[in-house]
């Protein structure tokens, strides 16, 4: 019974250590912005201080995620893959509602061994931005603005304090680097600068912000 209850501890203190990371997406009139910070962790070691958790999918979509970099990576490949097939098979742009829920869709039929990833899904297409959070086996919803990672209980307070839909890009990209500035102040798992993705009309930006 002891070696039960230590087990079950040890699986959720690993579960917390792998999801280090502070991500957040905001969707607004002009489009989506995602952010996440650059710091990999492994217990009480930083092993990373460069690593990508922001990444284009395509022109018009864009995913962010918190978990296991190589977990990350294998989601973007897949959805990556997928998504340009999609658009050759039938030459014309995949919907966001429909990526968000081909890759609940991937990650539910990994649940027996999910890939250890929370991740927003975020693009532009004929209907408008839309954002979308899924967790590691598929949860999916689509949101106004969201935080994952073990720096989401510092990074929501600020974008619920500061956020409107009516922002421009332009203050959206300032409140998602705020938003991510002040987690990794507080949460230790988090640093090393930020990337960020803005899709608009206009197409994919991508940025990278200095922590000093």
Known sequence: MQGLRDNAFNSQIGAHWALGATTVGLKVNDGIVLASEKRVSYGFTVTSKSAKKVF???????????????????????????????????????????????????????????????????????TGPHLYVLDAIGSLIEDDYAALGSGSTIAIGILEANYKKDLSIDDAKSLAIKAVKAAIERDALSGDGIDMLAITKSGVEEKFEAIK
Do not use: W
Request: glycine share 8%; hydrophobic share 50%; net charge positive.
């Open 56 to 126: 284009k999918i395509t022109d018009y979509l864009g995913i962010a995620c918190a978990g296991l970099i190589g977990d990350m990576q294998a989601i973007a490949r897949s959805l990556r893959a997928e998504v340009r097939l999609y658009e050759l098979d039938v030459n014309r742009r995949m919907s966001i509602r429909a990526a968000a829920k081909l890759l609940a869709n991937i990650l539910f039929g990994q649940r027996h061994m999910p890939l250890i990833s929370e991740t927003l899904v975020g693009g532009l297409d004929e």
